[in-house]
């Protein structure tokens, strides 16, 4: 499977919305802690494990 750049930043940028609409709408916080606070952290995580994942492939492609 090969992606490139615009399919990988709409499947991240719509796993993260998703995400921060679910939590909007469930009653368990209020939507500027959502905002402020988890959809940041979201984003963070996501990168790092963009990062972490996209060498790991590099390291299945080189097949050590």
Do not use: Q
Not at 35 to 45: E, R, T
């Amino acid at each position: 499977m090969e992606f490139d750049l615009p399919t990988t930043a709409a499947a991240f940028i719509a796993v993260i919305a998703i995400g921060v609409v679910g939590l909007i709408a469930a009653p368990m916080m209020a939507m500027d802690t959502v905002l402020m606070m988890v959809a940041p952290s979201m984003i963070v995580f996501g990168l790092i494990m963009f990062g972490l994942g996209l060498k790991h492939g590099e390291y299945r492609t080189v097949g050590r």
